[in-house]
């Protein structure tokens, strides 16, 4: 594979750097950080983006996840190895990523379940974390960047 172009957030510095900081923004508000590359790996996994899944699984395992659980994220509903705040939080990635393939796009039930385990701080991060890894998704597999070309 060879990347289209490097990321366009690269070619307009005003553009990076808030980007950047959007990435992190969510990290301190009551999302647990492990949740929160859970959700990373997810929305990546749903929108095949390589690079970010590649991204994604070096973070997680630099900051200690279990490779165990990473390794069953797509079969997550099945799984024990989640608990149900983490479930919570996929069920929402899944939903906002989604969003086009169900008339009710974000069901009441899956907002329900977030609701009864992070306060309106911890949504609000979780909503932003999603929506971001969204945009870099998209970003990266529109130019084809080829994992685990990190600059």
Known sequence: MTARMKSPATYLPE????????GQAPRGHGVPDETLELVHQRVSQINGCA??????ARAARKAGMDV???????GWPESPRFDDAER???ALAESVTRIADRSDRVPDDVWDE?????????LAALVL????VNVYNRLNVTVRQVPGTFS
Request: hydrophobic letters at 55%; charged letters at 20%; aromatic letters at 8%.
């Open 15 to 22: 553009v990076l750097s808030p980007m950047q900081a959007l």
């Open 51 to 56: 690079w970010c899944l590649d991204f994604g």
């Open 68 to 74: 165990d659980k990473l390794a069953v994220l797509a």
């Open 88 to 90: 919570a939080a996929l």
């Open 114 to 122: 977030a609701v009864r385990h992070y306060d309106e701080e911890a």
């Open 129 to 132: 974390h999603i929506s971001m």
